[in-house]
């Protein structure tokens, strides 16, 4: 009984290879990358800081643009401060329901993006993350159109991630690799303060 259970594993996982092998092979094709976390549930920030991570370790040349966000004291700005190849713009004026003034956060916005276009041309950088960038697009600070341009005309080689709740389709269309990141459950919910080193 034993010995073909084991035989039928060998054999699964022979196809499985197969396919695996037969996909690695079509792969031929190497350019940057447009990954977008979205989705309301918890970690989009952290998945991008993560790769950040990954791209640093491999030597490469990334910049962090966030957007809304306003707060300089949080744990992954302070881990990667002293990081080499790596510039790091808090660009926010922090949530709009703070803030409460809508010409401010559309100036911010549009300052933020104008820094973000220039790194856009630079072939220099390797890695552009664009922190809570999908609201400048809900909120109607910048046109998907002139975000589509930007990111289209950007250095063959160079990766962006976006990170943000409710991605449009637009945005999501012309992406190479989508995650949505949906809620199950948070502690907030349950009257628990955001917690350092896990929320900020």
Known sequence: MTESKNERHLARMQRKKTVVDASINAAQETRGLLLIHTGNGKGKSTAAF??????????????????????????????FRNATNLTWHVMGDGFTWETQDAARDLASARTAW???CGYLQDASIDLVILDEFTYTLKYGWLTIEEVCAALDTRPTMQHVVITGRGAPEGLIEIADTVSEINLVKHAFKDGVQAMPGIEW
């Open 50 to 79: 993560g790769l950040l991570a990954r791209a640093l370790g491999h030597g490469m040349k990334a910049v962090v643009v966030q957007f809304i966000k306003g707060r300089s004291d949080t744990g992954e700005e302070a881990f």
């Open 114 to 116: 104008n820094l973000v």
